[in-house]
């Protein structure tokens, strides 16, 4: 394309302004109308561009906001099309150096204007960065690219790596989750960070580097935010039930950007959660380890010897510290050592009558590259969504986790229930040197099994998408992930108990003698599980359990049920004969 070139009939080219991973865009002159609009023409081609184009254009028109570059139409026929949009005389954030951090701030909170506008109308941008926030002279803000969904294919590469927005996605976009409007929040946050400290928070570079870095959660120290680092740290949180709304954002970075104090962020109240959301969140890391509002109680060595280690992880025993005598003042407790993985113990709490508060000691893995602290410390409470957690990390690095969880309006302070059962947990290890052990497990358990050998290079390499994927073991080798690399998704192996009839949900399989049942969203959002069984027995009570070995497939809907189904029969074939 030539300047003065005439698109449609209607609109000519001025001078080529901007050409980027998406396409190019030009200047030009409506004809009709005389005024000026900028036109965006992507680099594919296809016979779906027009269709895609219109998507963007349609997403796009529903953020009706002057924080936001407007679109017009689409133009143009085949791979010759056009996206006629606003022209806005600006450069990127990302080309306007080191910012200070009130000039950061008044940007921030224009761009965050236009997100909850975008939020309210159901609209997710999914790639808030620098070089999609463009700057007039005047300091006017706007966003541009909403409805770039429609383009996601075109930000993989062709080696499969996410090419130059992997720095500011969110902990959970970088772990395979779908982008939700708190993802847009953290991004926003991402791209302050990198506008007042000159780097995104997980550095730059290799994405695939960058990704580990998020997932891992090890992120840059601020160091030039100034005012704006309690806003920072807020729209960062790793959580994303923990961020602040793209509107509480806007007040948040008003205030920065007016000189006002800003006060003390502090994480929505808990909600009410179903009973099959707790199941999934007991499987999960609890979110106290880490958080920024956390606060830390580091224990002082007293000469009588602190236990500051784990030992063997497959013989740590979590039930050592569930003492139901303790909580009793809270309601009838009973100790369940029989529910969800290896690594964790429950006591219930009968407290009104009809559905009990689940207190859960939970053990979890040491981080590569975790510092390891001098004595053991103690982090949260922390709310989130039906549960209060605290957490205290040992010496070794690895962590004891206490969290109390109720679906619904709690009966009781779910603070103050972990807050007992934490102190009970300090005292135990302040009695011994190492974390008690547990009774030596039955021979067919999936104690002494690797959820990493049950999946093989050969099984990984019939996938592409999985073909480069490596393992990644949790704790005791009792839970191992796959992430392709660069790509949307990831495959987990998860050793888990339940009851019997609980687990039987989902489309019956069979393989290899073994019952498998398939479910959708069976293990939270944008999941499907293959329940693998493994072994029939009795808990203490005589009540039937089961092991089983979950296959977890997370991204988008179309084929993760048949990937999880797919890996789960190996997995079958593999597990021990009983």
């Known amino acids: 394309m030539r300047s003065d070139d005439v698109i449609a009939d209607r609109y000519r080219l001025v001078e080529l ?14 004809l009709h109308t005389h005024r000026e609009v900028a036109l965006k023409r992507p680099h594919t081609g296809g016979g779906s561009i027009r269709v895609d184009l219109e998507r963007e254009a349609d997403i796009a028109k529903k953020v009706a906001h002057p924080n936001a570059i407007a679109v017009y139409d689409v133009v143009g026929e085949g791979a010759d099309c056009w996206l006629v949009m606003e022209y806005f005389p600006s450069t990127s954030l990302a080309a306007r150096g080191i910012l200070p951090p009130q000039e950061a701030a008044a940007i921030g909170a224009q761009v965050a204007a236009a997100l909850e506008q975008a939020h309210a109308t159901d609209v997710v941008h999914r790639d808030i960065t620098p070089g999609n926030i463009l700057v007039a002279d005047d300091g006017t803000a706007k966003v541009t690219d909403f409805g770039i969904s429609a383009w996601r294919a075109a930000t993989i590469t062709t080696s499969g790596k996410i090419a130059g927005t992997a720095a500011y996605l969110s902990p959970e976009v970088a772990d395979g989750n779908g982008a939700k409007a708190p993802s847009d929040v953290f991004s926003l946050g991402a791209s302050l960070f990198a506008a007042v400290e000159g780097t995104p928070p997980y550095g730059s570079g290799d994405p695939d580097v960058i990704l580990t870095r998020i997932r891992e959660g090890r992120g840059e120290t601020m160091s030039k935010a100034g005012a704006l680092e309690p806003v920072l740290n807020a729209l960062l949180q790793r959580e994303r039930t923990d961020r602040p709304t793209a509107e509480q954002a806007r007040d948040l970075l008003e205030r920065v950007a007016e000189g006002e104090p800003v006060p003390v962020w502090a994480p929505p109240s808990p909600h009410k959660r179903s009973r099959k959301g707790l199941v999934v969140a007991l499987a999960a890391v609890v979110v106290v380890v880490g958080v920024v509002l956390a606060y830390l109680r580091p224990w002082e060595s007293d000469g009588d010897g602190v236990a500051s280690t784990l030992g063997d992880p497959r013989t740590a025993d979590p039930c050592a510290f569930a003492d139901p005598d303790v909580l009793g003042e809270f309601g009838a407790a009973a100790v369940d050592p029989n529910y969800g993985g290896l690594n964790r113990c429950d006591v219930l709490l009968d407290v009104d009558g009809e559905q009990d508060i689940d207190v859960l000691f939970q053990f979890d893995r040491a981080e590569s590259g ?22 205290l ?6 962590v004891l986790e206490v969290a109390a969880r109720f679906d619904g309006q709690p009966p009781a302070d779910l603070c103050e229930v972990a807050t007992v059962a934490a102190d009970h947990a300090e005292t135990v290890l302040r009695e011994h040197r190492e974390v008690p052990r547990r009774a030596a497990p039955d021979p067919r358990s999936l104690a002494d099994v690797d959820a990493c050998g049950l999946i093989t290079a050969a099984d ?5 998408a999985y073909a480069d994927a490596t393992a990644d073991p949790g ?28 687990a039987r949900d989902g489309v019956r399989e069979e393989v290899g003698g073994r019952e498998i049942y398939v479910a959708d969203g069976g293990y939270g959002e944008d999941t499907c599980v293959a329940r693998v069984f493994h072994r029939a027995y009795q808990d203490e009570s005589g009540d039937p359990q089961v092991e089983l070995a979950l296959v977890v497939a997370t991204g988008p809907p179309e084929g993760r049920c048949e990937l999880a189904s797919r890996f789960a029969a190996p997995v079958a074939e593999r597990l021990p004969k009983l």
């Open 460 to 464: 990984l390499t019939a996938v592409p």
């Open 475 to 502: 704790f005791a080798n009792w839970t191992c992930r796959w992430q392709p690399p660069g790509g949307d998704g990831s495959l987990q192996v998860i050793f888990d108990r339940n009851d019997p009839d609980d």
């Open 393 to 398: 990390t040992l010496t070794d690095g690895n």
């Open 17 to 30: 302004v901007g050409s980027g991973g998406m396409g190019v865009v030009w200047l030009a002159i409506d």
């Open 370 to 391: 975790t510092a390891r602290p001098a004595g053991v410390v103690r982090h949260g409470p922390e709310r989130d969504d039906g549960e209060c957690g605290i957490a």
